[in-house]
């Protein structure tokens, strides 16, 4: 591994969706594989489209498949929590690169803080050194 760190400029939209893939990808890593199927349903299809019935079906059955998957990859119903040594640290690092941008984005849009877990203190759960983010003006 090399020391190389790196800068990255977002925009705040562009931000929110690197919150939202490193938490599907991380959330695979624990096994909760039914994700997959949630974040396809926040894509809606127009009413119109004449395939909608069958579409709704196939991700029904393909929600239902990822549970099965889930089930047998996790050998029973639950999933493994994020500090679990049963997965692998690169779902970890998404998870706490994850924690520190949504941390950041929180106290941007809302100074007075607030009790969602967003306003957490990022918690190191990998074995990578949090990464430090701030806000350019």
């Given at each position: 591994?090399?020391?190389?760190?790196?800068?990255?400029?977002?925009?705040?939209?562009?931000?929110?969706?690197?919150?939202?893939?490193?938490?599907?990808?991380?959330?695979?890593?624990?096994?909760?594989?039914?994700?997959?199927?949630?974040?396809?349903?926040?894509?809606p299809?127009?009413?119109?489209?004449?395939?909608?019935?069958?579409?709704t079906t196939?991700?029904?059955?393909?929600?239902?498949?990822?549970?099965?998957?889930?089930?047998?990859?996790?050998?029973?119903?639950g999933?493994?929590?994020?500090?679990?040594?049963?997965?692998?640290?690169?779902?970890?690092?998404?998870?706490?690169?994850?924690?520190?941008?949504?941390?950041?984005?929180?106290?941007?849009?809302?100074?007075?803080?607030?009790i969602?877990?967003?306003?957490?203190?990022?918690?190191?759960?990998?074995?990578?050194?949090?990464?430090?983010?701030?806000?350019?003006?």
């Open positions: 591994m090399s020391d190389h760190k790196y800068t990255l400029h977002l925009t705040e939209r562009q931000a929110r969706v690197i919150v939202d893939a490193l938490d599907l990808f991380s959330r695979i890593g624990m096994g909760q594989l039914k994700e997959v199927a949630y974040v396809l349903r926040q894509n299809l127009p009413s119109s489209d004449p395939d909608l019935e069958a579409r196939l991700l029904s059955e393909i929600r239902d498949k990822l549970d099965t998957l889930s089930r047998y990859w996790m050998k029973g119903p999933f493994y929590g994020i500090t679990s040594k049963s997965i692998s640290d690169r779902f970890r690092i998404a998870f706490d690169i994850q924690q520190v941008i949504r941390h950041r984005l929180a106290w941007d849009r809302n100074p007075q803080g607030d969602t877990v967003d306003f957490d203190n990022p918690t190191k759960t990998s074995e990578e050194d949090l990464p430090k983010i701030e806000t350019v003006k």
